[in-house]
């Protein structure tokens, strides 16, 4: 009797030490690995780096990717083409009449944007820009003069002026033949082209001689 009570305390604390041993095992081994995988904040970073490496490398990827020759706001831009009109208002300051003229773009302003026009007329306000119609207007600090019409004499580009009669007589004749114009430049002076005052004058000159 006494024989079984010792081999049955001596079997109770075999067990109870391998029990022991196990645990301390587990202890040692079960946290470096089950408990890491069981961190559900552990989790939560990992995924949402890894998305946001994702999305970085998609947004560089369509940075490099972006295709040429998207349009501009400069390409889309309305131009004066050949049926444009071109609307030129002097309003003179002293007795504050506005004296329009309306013409058809000379050649040398066709595919010109805007900027292009203004840049070229820098003391002349643009109103109006489309491709249909163009309307600059410009104040000159003086009384509305009588009008001028520069056509052709003996091939070459003239200025005639109405005397006390009405009648046209030639003011000015230039060193510019009309032979050195576009056909429809030419058949425009043979015609005659009416402008108001000197500062159009000179601007139509100008246009045509430089």
Request: hydrophobic share 35%.
């Amino acid at each position: 009797m006494f024989i079984r009570r010792k081999i049955w305390a001596l079997s109770s604390l075999v067990f109870v030490i391998s029990v022991i041993g196990f645990y301390a095992l587990y202890m040692s081994l079960g946290p470096s690995v089950d408990l890491r995988k069981s961190d559900p904040k552990g989790i939560v970073e990992e995924y949402v780096n890894q998305n946001m490496n994702n999305v970085t490398g998609e947004k560089n990827q369509d940075i490099g990717q972006i295709p040429e020759g998207i349009p501009t706001s400069q390409a889309n831009a309305p131009k004066i083409a050949r049926s444009t009109q071109m609307v030129y208002q002097y309003y003179y300051e002293e007795d504050g009449k506005t004296v329009e003229e309306t013409i058809e773009p000379p050649y040398f302003l066709i595919g010109l944007t805007r900027d292009e026009l203004q840049e070229k007329y820098s003391d002349w306000q643009i109103s109006y820009f489309s491709d249909q119609k163009v309307v600059m207007k410009k104040n000159i600090a003086s009384k509305s003069p009588y009008h001028f019409v520069v056509g052709v004499y003996n091939g070459y580009i003239a200025i005639f002026y109405n005397n006390e009669e009405g009648e046209l007589e030639i003011k000015e004749i230039t060193e510019t033949p009309i032979s050195s114009l576009p056909i429809e430049e030419q058949n425009k002076l043979k015609e005659g082209i009416k402008v108001y005052g000197e500062e159009a004058l000179i601007r139509i000159l100008e246009d045509y001689t430089s």
